[in-house]
């Protein structure tokens, strides 16, 4: 309710708040050509003073006339009968009464509520030093306000959208229109109980929780929505600067978005705290380029953490299933080879691009078949328990030999050869199958192996053993879909 409403019926004149007849006035009161006076004991005429009848106060001027339709001491108000006025509101339309034209308010003992806050019929209202109620935006100190417009008046509290330039920010006493949603010309405020904006302290940004949702607000009060960097440093293991960043939704939403995907073609180096972010390692996605993300439970992207030295710190588990992040916090899909100190990883999270809207992007485990960027077909296995699920296996697995995970088997032709995996050397045949038993092997019809004691030999012509194999055949050289050297 507006506070022009107050005054129903009330007519907003020169005389503002005349109501009824001319009072009865108690003994001592006196009328002269048409004027009220006020005689006292001595019977002389009081001036520049109050006085009571039937219980309201009247002042008497300087000439002892009584006087209508003016400020006393610019303090109190008198209406048209003389009375002086509590505990209501009124308007001063002509800047000649000693007031700029707006909204006053008197108290119960009739002054002007002047330079501070005043709760009337349950809603707050917020007036200068001369007692002008002050409307529109109002900036007290370092605290934010919203009061509406000039024929409202009341504190604000709760969500806003409001008009807003951000290259124009508005001063004291600017009024801002409303809207339902936001845009390039209006933006979301949130007031708290006490009425001030939620809003950081400087530069930066401040977080609000709002029905158990956390918001973001800058230092102007703004709800900050998009990618933003609300963090002052990043994660150790982060070499990117992606762990400084959440996602607060649309310019309708703003709130942070946790434990859920997100498929969006605008990324953190796309955002105002672009700047946050390095683009020196690898492809940073641009914007345009569709891409997921999850973001966990407080927020930050999963992403590959330089740290990472086994599969299970170099995903992120979501639900039952594992997906591979970038640095960037990019999920992406594909065979994926990780370089670290102690190795290699190697792990594969489907075929699908990444970039696609429904992806098949879940890490697999087992044997699987796999075909890499120029079309060949592999046979991997890969780890399916441990810390290391998901990572390419190396060593004899169920009668095979795998290296990073892809089956190593004999040159076509060939019948058998010697691989080195991890320091140890295997015999295996065309199929891949590790061979064990204590015998002299033959490749295209000549004796060129031989197994004794669990070793591998060399062979003379007569299957006789002649030096024990210390190196392998060269492993299978795959084309991985990318590579991450931590």
Not at 358 to 385: A, C, H, I, L, W
Request: negative net charge; aromatic residues 16%; charged residues 30%.
């Amino acid at each position: 309710m507006k506070i022009s409403r107050i005054f129903s019926g009330i007519a907003l004149t020169a005389f503002l708040g005349a109501i009824g007849s001319v009072p009865a006035f108690a003994a001592g009161w006196t009328q002269v050509d048409g004027v009220w006076k006020y005689t006292d004991s001595r019977g002389e005429y009081v001036s520049n003073q109050w006085e009571m009848s039937n219980g309201r106060y009247y002042y008497l001027g300087g000439d002892g006339n009584l006087v209508t339709n003016s400020w006393i001491d610019d303090e109190y108000y008198v209406d048209g009968n003389g009375t002086r006025l509590t505990d209501t509101w009124v308007i001063i339309e002509d800047s000649n009464t000693g007031k700029d034209p707006g909204w006053y308010y008197l108290t119960s003992n009739g002054k002007c509520k002047k330079d501070g806050w005043e709760t009337i019929n349950g809603r707050k209202y917020a007036f200068d030093e001369d007692g002008k109620m002050r409307y529109g935006w109002f900036f007290d100190d370092d605290d934010i306000y919203y009061l509406g417009d000039e024929t409202d008046g009341a504190m604000k509290t709760g969500w806003r959208c409001l008009s807003y330039d951000e290259e124009n920010t508005p001063d004291d006493g600017d009024v801002s229109e409303q809207y339902d949603s936001a845009g390039d010309d209006a933006k979301w405020f949130y007031f708290r109980e006490s009425g001030k904006a939620a809003k950081a302290d400087s530069e930066g940004y401040e977080s609000h929780t709002v029905n158990d949702k956390k918001y973001y607000f800058d230092e102007n009060g703004v709800m900050v929505t998009g990618w933003a960097a609300v963090k002052d440093s990043a994660e150790s293991g982060d070499v990117t600067g992606i762990s400084k960043f959440v996602y607060l939704g649309t310019e309708n939403e703003g709130n942070m978005y946790k434990n859920t995907w997100v498929y969006l073609d605008e990324h953190p180096g796309d955002s105002d705290d672009g700047e946050e972010i390095s683009d020196s390692y690898g492809d940073m996605p641009e914007e345009g380029d569709n891409a997921w993300y999850y973001l966990e439970g407080d927020g930050t992207p999963a992403y590959l953490k330089s740290s990472a030295k086994k599969m299970g710190a170099a995903t992120t588990k979501v639900g039952n299933h594992s997906y591979f992040f970038n640095p960037y916090g990019v999920m992406r899909t594909g065979l994926i080879r990780i370089t670290t100190d102690n190795g290699e990883i190697v792990g594969y999270f489907g075929d699908d691009q990444p970039e696609d809207s429904n992806p098949d992007s879940e890490m697999r485990t087992g044997k699987t078949t796999v075909y890499d960027d120029f079309g060949e077909k592999y046979t991997f296995y890969f780890n399916d328990s441990g810390s290391n699920k998901g990572a390419g296996y190396s060593g004899e697995k169920n009668n095979f030999l795998y290296s990073n995970g892809v089956l190593v088997k004999a040159e076509d032709g060939m019948d058998y050869e010697a691989f080195k995996v991890d320091g140890k050397v295997y015999l295996v045949n065309e199929t891949g199958k590790v061979q064990t038993s204590s015998k002299a092997y033959k490749c295209d019809g000549t004796y060129t192996y031989r197994i004794s004691g669990g070793k591998v030999y060399y062979t003379d012509d007569e299957g006789e053993a002649d030096g024990e194999v210390t190196e392998g055949g060269s492993l299978p050289d795959v084309e991985y879909h990318e590579e991450y050297d931590l």
